[in-house]
């Protein structure tokens, strides 16, 4: 398939869950989803078109987070990024794709525990990178994260 049949085919499959398409350059290409469309269009991507996962990333926004999922294919040479948005004032949690993609679940429990979404049938969502006494509810990548450890000298990141 070329890049304009694969995006043609994903616009027109998936009408209802798309909400907005940024073509960003011949190379990259955004796709803001409803959040409960990622399962059906990651899995889509991945198993129907033959991309490959390539990372997740996270962000906390001014009245949202965001999660992003990247997608490469290769044969054309298109990263497909879907992207996610969960308002804070409701719940924060997403299907995760863990499940059905396994090379999303570390990127999954690591978005979990700096950020705190939820990733609704994860398999594993025990901490990964922070220490076992790292409080459970404070978040170091979100924008509110406040100091929890008085005595802790933070000037090499987290």
Same mark, same amino acid.
Request: net charge negative; aromatic share 10%; glycine share 4%.
């Given at each position: 398939?070329?890049?304009?049949?694969?995006?043609?085919?994903?616009?027109?499959?998936?009408?209802?869950?798309?909400?907005? $398409?940024?073509?960003?350059?011949?190379? &990259?290409?955004?796709? /803001? #989803?409803?959040?409960?469309? %990622?399962?059906?269009?990651? !899995?889509?991507?991945?198993?129907?078109?033959?991309?490959?996962?390539? $990372?997740?990333?996270?962000?906390?926004? &001014?009245?949202?987070? /965001? #999660?992003?999922?990247?997608? %490469?294919?290769?044969?054309? !040479?298109?990263?497909?990024?879907?992207?996610?948005?969960?308002?804070?004032?409701?719940?924060?949690?997403?299907?995760?794709?863990?499940?059905? #993609?396994?090379?999303?679940?570390?990127?999954?429990?690591?978005?979990?525990?700096?950020?705190?979404?939820?990733?609704?049938?994860?398999?594993?969502?025990?901490?990964?990178?922070?220490?076992?006494?790292?409080?459970?509810?404070?978040?170091?990548?979100?924008?509110?994260?406040?100091?929890?450890?008085?005595?802790?000298i933070r000037d090499r990141g987290v």
């Amino acid at each position: 398939m070329t890049r304009e049949q694969v995006l043609k085919d994903i616009r027109e499959r998936f009408m209802e869950d798309i909400i907005d $398409i940024f073509d960003k350059s011949p190379k &990259r290409v955004y796709i /803001e #989803i409803k959040p409960e469309s %990622i399962m059906k269009m990651a !899995n889509y991507i991945f198993k129907n078109v033959g991309a490959r996962f390539n $990372i997740a990333s996270g962000v906390d926004m &001014r009245y949202h987070m /965001e #999660i992003l999922y990247h997608f %490469i294919i290769e044969d054309i !040479n298109l990263l497909i990024s879907l992207r996610v948005k969960l308002q804070k004032d409701k719940k924060l949690e997403v299907d995760s794709l863990a499940p059905s #993609i396994e090379a999303t679940n570390w990127i999954e429990r690591e978005i979990h525990e700096l950020l705190g979404i939820n990733f609704k049938g994860h398999p594993d969502l025990r901490k990964l990178l922070l220490s076992d006494d790292w409080p459970e509810g404070v978040y170091p990548l979100r924008q509110d994260y406040k100091e929890w450890d008085e005595g802790a000298i933070r000037d090499r990141g987290v």
